[in-house]
């Protein structure tokens, strides 16, 4: 099987997944490592059904995924990064801002992703070298400076030692644009960034199965994606930060986090 029907395979088990997000009642959360971070049975659910379509799409495949704890090898020559339900205290609290996020990797080379908001029946889609594409249509990045877009950003919530770096450039950012949106998925922020409707996203840690689709899809979609630093993202088990824009807002606001006050 070749990337793109990988990806339409990935494509298809993600929109008929995202049928128990839509018809979910009565959500139980549980904690996981806190108060902030929980899991509920329709992540669960969810991932079952998408590793169960996956693996029968391509039977040697691996998986690296939120919830269960299956870490398989980053290195597998088939490999999917999938995230369930990214943003899955908005869907507790039925904000109804939500996604399901999955990543195709051969041997730690990102290939495909797919983000899939049902909500609003957005499907973004990126294959390795072309493009990037909502519901079909190609879409580029926002060009512009820093003081003519928006800014989106997390708040790395299960990282408390980030809270007072995370809101000095939440200030400083703010500060340089048009305005910040904290919206709750980061996939679904990635999403912004390459669909051009907000400028540049940055967050102090965030997990590969957040990022993996969405780093793809800013890049495919002539954007940058790396550290705040500016380094590579790794693909690994890390919690890296990670600032996503254009090319013009992107290099402004790392220039602003680099500044020490």
Wanted: with cysteine; net charge negative; glycine share 8%.
């Amino acid at each position: 099987m070749n990337t793109e029907n990988i990806l339409q395979a990935i494509a298809a088990a993600e929109k008929e997944a995202a049928a128990p997000i839509l018809h979910a009642h009565g959500i139980l959360a549980e904690c996981k490592t806190g108060h902030r971070d929980v899991v509920t049975e329709y992540d669960r659910r969810v991932q079952n059904l998408l590793t169960e379509r996956l693996s029968a799409a391509v039977p040697d495949a691996r998986f690296f995924c939120e919830e269960n704890d299956r870490h398989d090898d980053l290195r597998a020559e088939h490999l999917f990064i999938i995230d369930p339900i990214d943003g899955t205290m908005n869907f507790v609290r039925r904000l109804n801002h939500s996604c399901l996020s999955v990543a195709y990797m051969s041997r730690g080379k990102l290939l495909a992703g797919a983000i899939y908001n049902p909500y609003v029946d957005e499907l973004f889609t990126a294959l390795r070298g072309g493009g990037a594409f909502l519901n079909g249509r190609p879409i580029h990045v926002d060009e512009a400076p820093l003081s003519e877009t928006l800014v989106v950003c997390g708040t790395a919530p299960y990282n408390s030692d980030t809270v007072s770096q995370t809101f000095r450039l939440m200030e400083k950012a703010y500060r340089a644009s048009l305005d910040i949106r904290r919206q709750g998925s980061a996939a679904l922020d990635l999403c912004s960034v390459a669909a051009g409707r907000a400028g540049v996203y940055f967050e102090m840690a965030l997990s590969l199965w957040d990022y993996a689709a969405g780093a793809l899809l800013v890049e495919e979609a002539g954007g940058v994606c790396t550290r705040l630093d500016g380094a590579a993202l790794p693909f690994d088990a890390s919690r890296p930060s990670i600032l996503a824009g254009g090319k013009a807002a992107w290099e402004e606001l790392r220039k602003l986090a680099a500044e020490k006050s």
